[in-house]
């Protein structure tokens, strides 16, 4: 059975950081590619940032420079650091695998 579990989500003033994990459990995580999707109150779902098997990763525009994804496949964990945060970076965020999602964890950015 294949388990998402994100954490680190919270309450953070703007201009402030967080870390997000996702461990994950009942894949073979090195051959997965991860991502982080957001989704904001009223809004679709989008993609965050995405991180390969071979650690290639990508980035929506609005957190370029300011988000990273990076992984430990001996931990099943997937990571996003969050920097600078922005009152538009609120939002539930979720852990992909391409076919199942984690439960998701919120972040809020006040301002």
């Known amino acids: 059975q294949v388990q998402l579990v994100e954490s680190g989500g919270g309450l953070v003033q703007a201009g402030g950081s967080l870390r997000l994990s996702c461990a994950a459990s009942g894949i073979r995580f090195s051959f997965a590619v991860m991502a982080w999707y957001r989704q904001a109150p009223g809004k679709q779902r989008e993609l965050v940032a995405r991180?390969?098997?071979?650690?290639?990763?990508m980035y929506a525009d609005s957190v370029k420079g300011r988000f990273t994804v990076s992984r430990d496949n001996a931990e099943k964990t997937v990571y996003l650091q969050m920097n600078s945060l922005k009152p538009e970076d609120t939002g539930v965020y979720y852990c992909?695998?391409?076919?199942?999602w984690g439960q998701g964890t919120q972040v809020t950015v006040s301002s």
């Open positions: 992909y695998t391409g076919i199942h």
């Open positions: 991180i390969t098997d071979t650690d290639s990763t």
